[in-house]
T-cell receptor
Framework: NAGVTQTPKFQVLKTGQSMTLQCAQD?????MYWYRQDPGMGLRLIYY???????DKGEVPNGYNVSRLNKREFSLRLESAAPSQTSVYFC?????????FGPGTRLTVT | GQQLNQSPQSMFIQEGEDVSMNCTSS?????WLWYKQDPGEGPVLLIA?????ELTSNGRLTAQFGITRKDSFLNISASIPSDVGIYFC??????????FGKGTRLSVIA
């Protein structure tokens, strides 16, 4: 039982490049989330998916797209990376109120 | 939008001391959660509170759901070096995903 897994753990991109962050959960949770964490800013919600087939914007969605591929997987795509998107990205899942987090992806955009 | 004010932002304590931190809001929440994030890791759920006035313990950690439903408190007794990390509160009101505080960074001096 791995919980929430994220790939990759680290990534360096050049400005303008694109990439997809992958997230998968094996807890049969309906809801999944993407956050970014910057120093002093806490966790900010980018997008979430309350159930398979639905996605909604969070607090900071600009520059990102998401896909809820199936119940297990929720991906985050940066179409044209910018230095402002340098951050640590966390995926989480929940059945009700309690969210469970993955280990994070540390992304640097130069 | 809903916001959680978490204090203090950071604290330095001696090993063996007790720690208190809190989270307040102008909005009412139905559920309060407390998370801990170790350096380089994702947040891990410590305690969940579901009822106003509820007091719940997890080892040396004790958390309370404020009677007004607008605040919550976390206490750590007899701190040890492995208590180092960032502690986040989170609230759920039923209308939106979890709202997170900006965190309290705890440093323990041996």
């Amino acid at each position: 039982n791995a919980g929430v897994t994220q790939t990759p753990k680290f990534q360096v991109l050049k400005t303008g490049q694109s990439m997809t962050l992958q997230c998968a959960q094996d807890m049969n949770h309906n809801s999944m989330y993407w956050y970014r964490q910057d120093p002093g800013m806490g966790l900010r919600l980018i997008y979430y998916s309350a159930s398979e087939g639905t996605t909604d914007k969070g607090e900071v969605p600009n520059g990102y797209n998401v896909s809820r591929l199936n119940k297990r997987e929720f991906s985050l795509r940066l179409e044209s990376a910018a230095p402002s998107q340098t951050s640590v990205y966390f995926c989480a899942s929940s059945a009700a109120y309690e969210q469970y987090f993955g280990p994070g992806t540390r992304l640097t955009v130069t | 939008g809903q916001q959680l004010n978490q204090s203090p932002q950071s604290m330095f304590i001696q090993e063996g001391e007790d720690v208190s931190m809190n989270c307040t809001s102008s909005s009412i929440f139905n559920t309060w959660l407390w998370y801990k994030q170790d350096p380089g890791e994702g947040p891990v759920l410590l305690i969940a509170l579901y009822k106003a006035g509820e007091l719940t313990s997890n080892g040396r950690l004790t958390a309370q759901f404020g009677i007004t439903r607008k605040d919550s408190f976390l206490n750590i007794s007899a701190s040890i070096p492995s208590d180092v990390g960032i502690y986040f509160c989170a609230g759920f009101s039923g209308n939106t995903p979890l709202v997170f505080g900006k965190g309290t960074r705890l440093s323990v001096i041996a």
